[in-house]
Nanobody
């Protein structure tokens, strides 16, 4: 069982910055990351949507939703078993519960849809006002 624990959520002003962390465990004896990782968010009354993804391949290919491209940066630190989401120039429309997720069995990110991810964190609230 893969466990994901998000942290770093909170309230910030319009235009502010915030960095979320996702601590990853449960890979057994394997030291290196093996799965595609993604950040998703869900605002009240809205469907859960992808924010950004990062592959476990050597190139660490990334994907960003159009709404956050150029403002958010996803990264991973395998030595610390942690995935980050650096959020810059935050807008009120970025307010949502943010979730960390893992796509089991794939180093590459084959899907940007929530249904393509097998493991999820509990979520952390981000409020921009």
């Amino acid at each position: 069982h893969v466990q994901l624990v998000e942290s770093g959520g909170g309230s910030v002003q319009d235009g502010g910055t915030l960095t979320l962390s996702c601590a990853v465990s449960g890979y057994g004896a394997s030291v290196s990351s093996r799965y595609c990782m993604g950040w998703f968010r869900q605002a009240p009354g809205m469907e859960r949507e992808v924010v950004a993804t990062i592959s476990a391949a050597r190139g660490s290919d990334t994907y960003y939703a159009d709404s956050v491209r150029g403002r958010f940066i996803i990264s991973r630190d395998d030595a610390e078993n942690t995935v980050y989401l650096q959020m810059n120039s935050l807008k009120p429309e970025d307010s949502a519960v943010y979730y960390c997720a893992a796509q089991a069995g794939s180093r590459a990110c084959l899907s940007s849809r929530p249904s393509g991810y097998n493991y999820w964190g509990q979520g952390t609230q981000v409020t921009v006002s």
